[in-house]
């Protein structure tokens, strides 16, 4: 796996738009990245991936820098409900393991 | 079309005995993946299944930890002699391709607690 770099906490105000960064710089050209969230005590939920153009869906947006190294996952209005940890994942796509590494993700805190 | 179902949600076991997790992986995936996370810490990878096979188990502890997904029937993490460092939240996932193609569905988990 491709290793993702994210800040440890963030904060944003509900109704605001959150921006949550990942840095990927050893992504190869065949890994997507993907996003998931854990929020408190439940399984982790997916949230979108992409390759190389931006994708939007009616969770979020990813947008992916030109040279694939870094995206951010725009949460356009933030809700208390969007209060969790955020995973970035670049899995190999290349590789017969199957692990997905999670790391510690990011903790947005949404506050009112 | 269920989610990834795991039971029990909660499990308690004293120091020795056997627990044994079940994880039904949606309709028609048929690759399941093991996740531990300790209290206050991240999801670490421990097994990933695809029927009847073990993939990878690069996450497994080398001792008293087993899974199997056979067949028919659910997927199974079994640990024998529990102590009380198993004591943690367990994950299932499954997917219907491998989950660097595709995304994966998580369960809600079960709670081990070693008493």
């Known amino acids: 796996d491709a290793k993702t770099t994210q800040p440890p906490s963030m904060d944003c105000a509900e109704g605001r738009a959150a921006n949550l960064p990942c840095n990927h710089s050893?992504?190869?050209?065949?890994?997507?990245v993907y996003w998931y969230r854990q929020i408190h005590s439940q399984g982790p939920q997916y949230i979108i991936h992409g390759l190389k153009n931006n994708e939007t869906n009616e969770m979020a947006s990813l947008i992916i820098t030109e040279d694939r190294k870094s995206s951010t996952l725009i949460l356009p209005h933030a809700t208390l409900r969007d209060t969790a940890v955020y995973y970035c994942?670049?899995?190999?796509?290349?590789?017969?393991?199957?692990?997905?590494?999670f790391g510690r993700g990011t903790q947005l805190t949404v506050w009112p | 079309n269920a989610g990834v179902m795991q039971n029990p949600r909660h499990l308690v076991r004293r120091r020795g005995q056997e627990a044994r997790l079940r994880c039904s992986p949606m309709k028609g995936h048929s690759h399941v993946y093991w996740y531990r996370q300790l209290p206050e810490e991240g999801l670490k990878f421990m097994v990933y299944l695809q029927k009847e096979n073990i993939i990878d188990e690069s996450g497994m502890p080398k001792e008293r930890f087993s899974a199997e997904f056979p067949k028919e029937g659910p997927s199974i993490l079994r640990i024998q002699q529990v102590v009380r460092g198993d004591s943690a939240a367990y994950f299932c996932?499954?997917?219907?391709?491998?989950?660097?193609?595709?995304?994966?569905?998580f369960g809600q988990g079960t709670r081990l607690t070693v008493v």
């Open positions: 996932a499954s997917s219907p391709v491998w989950a660097g193609n595709t995304e994966a569905f």
């Open positions: 050893t992504i190869s050209g065949n890994e997507y």
């Open positions: 994942i670049a899995p190999d796509r290349g590789s017969t393991l199957g692990r997905l590494y």
